[in-house]
């Protein structure tokens, strides 16, 4: 008898904290600022060349290739993120109401991690872009801006990017 209680108020228990933890999830994802799915991506951080123009010091001609590069990288990331939502939706029409079809689960997911792969590797050929247009002194500073931006935690961040509890 003592067991069947133990088991029941451990179902209880685990069915709270499942409740509870969907709740703040839908909380915390009603009070992020969303956009819309197809929608465009997130504009760049405000000012972002005007901002590398000043702390760079870079010359006129300078800051037009580097906003033609900024330019052309936003047209191929918006095509990147739309497929990304695109995907994130196919995963929640695969899963909706319990339906779970590994094999189905696991291409979206490759599908998933590829479009991601390729978002970085646009980032990181805009960076490599940019840092050809420098020199040698402007890319020093540029570095010193990349250690400064790290953040003071390794590992993945959670995604409203406050650090790890430790």
């Known amino acids: 008898m003592k067991i069947r209680i133990a088991i029941s108020v451990s179902i209880v228990a685990l069915l709270a904290v ?9 909380t915390a994802s009603s009070q992020a600022p969303q956009r819309p799915p197809g929608g465009p991506p997130p504009p760049p951080p405000p000012l972002m060349n005007e901002h590398l123009a000043h702390e760079l010091n870079l010359s006129d001609e300078q800051n037009t290739q580097v906003k033609a590069v900024f330019d052309a990288e936003h047209a191929t990331v918006e095509g ?3 497929k990304l939502d695109d995907l994130r939706e196919q995963l929640r ?4 109401n319990g339906q779970f079809d590994e094999a189905q689960v696991r291409t979206l997911a490759n599908q998933q991690g590829q479009t991601q792969a390729d978002l970085i590797v646009e980032h990181e050929r805009t960076k490599a872009k940019i840092y050809s247009l420098l020199t040698a002194e402007q890319r020093s500073k540029l570095e010193q801006l990349h250690e400064r931006m790290k953040p003071p935690f390794p590992g993945p961040r959670p995604p409203d990017n406050r650090p790890p509890e430790r």
Not at 18 to 26: D, E
Not at 93 to 96: P, V
Request: proline content about 0%.
């Open 18 to 26: 499942v409740l509870i933890a969907t709740a703040q999830s839908r």
């Open 80 to 82: 990147l993120m739309k």
């Open 93 to 96: 029409a695969a899963t909706a």
